[in-house]
Nanobody
Framework: QVQLVESGGGLVQAGGSLRLSCAVS????????MAWFRQAPGKERESVADISVSGDSTYFSDSVKDRFTISRDNAKNTAYLQMNSLKPDDTAVYYC????????????WGQGTQVTVSS
């Protein structure tokens, strides 16, 4: 069973930074594409960023490009989302997710961590 546990959320002022972590249990972390999603109150969940197995390919949504960075440490079974220049619109519950090489969608999800950005 693969489990994902996010941490690092919290309350921050606009312009500040946070780093989210996603610890993945099991020995197959290196096989998974990792991603971060977020869901704000009253809105649909949206993709924020993802990173390939090797870490050499990344994607960012237009809303976070140039402000957020995604990375992974395969030795630690952990993915990260560094969030800089935070805006109140970034307020949401952030989820990490994992997708196996044969999957079309993200199979495994964390429980989410709240990020609140005050103006």
């Amino acid at each position: 069973q693969v489990q994902l546990v996010e941490s690092g959320g919290g309350l921050v002022q606009a312009g500040g930074s946070l780093r989210l972590s996603c610890a993945v249990s099991g020995r197959t972390f290196i096989r998974y594409t990792m991603a971060w999603f977020r869901q704000a109150p009253g809105k649909e969940r949206e993709s924020v960023a993802d990173i390939s197995v090797s870490g050499d390919s990344t994607y960012f949504s237009d809303s976070v490009k140039d402000r957020f960075t995604i990375s992974r440490d395969n030795a630690k079974n952990t993915a990260y989302l560094q969030m800089n220049s935070l805006k109140p619109d970034d307020t949401a519950v952030y989820y990490c997710a994992a997708r196996g090489p044969r999957s079309n969608g993200y199979e495994y999800w964390g429980q989410g961590t709240q990020v609140t950005v005050s103006s």
